[in-house]
């Protein structure tokens, strides 16, 4: 099905030069339930003002352009005062899981940026000083049920006292009986109950991050002074994709401008934080899809451990 809608809407700028928007923007959803944000005309205008000199995390980005911001929403984000860690994890005392998928079997429509989003964040952490052994990675027919779960088992497996793990997915979820079950490549769904019952066997500081329609559901018995829980959605609600990105939206907001670019530096001093990029990431995103049908905005949830003021080069332990 194909709905559009038109915007009116203030300017965000997102790169340091502004765009202006024009025409409608289209959803379009496909079996799997992912809809898409489409923007189809863009102008550029004048040159702003320089803003003060970010600190960049060297990878090759795919976000870029300004987005309509829709003044109901109110004023965008400003400075937060994030709890920062007392303790941080070695290099070698990091691990993550990350699990994509954009080209699933058929009869499963693909997503537009499910792999792409984890191949990105794979390549954020290493230029963050993660190194390569401690980071596994499916993508596409590789992230199959089974390899899904054996990568959530072998991260709790090596959550300790000392330690910080990473779980991401970016791909469908499936809403079934009251549960929302991780979409792997080849429908062997994975529940919500087991993902919270296996991570938190782990003993180690946690960050869960899920990139999917109907998202919120993961996060009802996951969070705690451990473990923080994001995800793209309320549970009632679709997360969408940007096919000008080739990146999701949420996927698109923290890590590639957000992290990655420096933008979401709420209070300019040249350090992104993770808890200032969740921050600006939930506002955009609501900004971004607010006016699209049939399905309305996405809302992000964020949960859990309030200790936010780290980077990704300097997680907490």
Known sequence: MIETTAWTAALVLLTGVGVVVSGAITSKTVYGETPVVSIPQTRLVAQQPAVPQQRVVKVTTKAH???PVEQSLGPPPGPIADVKPTAFAAPEDRYAFLAGVT???KPTHDTIAGAQDVQFIRSLLLASGWQAQNIRMVTNSEATGAAVRQGIQW???VSKPGTFTFFHFSGHVKQEGGHEKLWPYDRDFVPDTFVASTLLQGTGKLWVDIAGC???GFIENLPSSRVLVSTSSESTQKSYEFPQWGESVWSGLVYDLGLAQGQADLDK???TTVGEALVWGQYYAQAITLRQ???GRQ????AGDPVRGWTLENPPA
């Open 269 to 271: 001093n040249g350090v």
């Open 299 to 302: 809302t992000p949830q964020i």
């Open 214 to 216: 109907e998202g919120g």
């Open 103 to 105: 080209n699933y079997r």
């Open 155 to 157: 991260l709790a497996s």
């Open 65 to 67: 352009t300004g987005v």
């Open 293 to 295: 049908t049939p399905h």
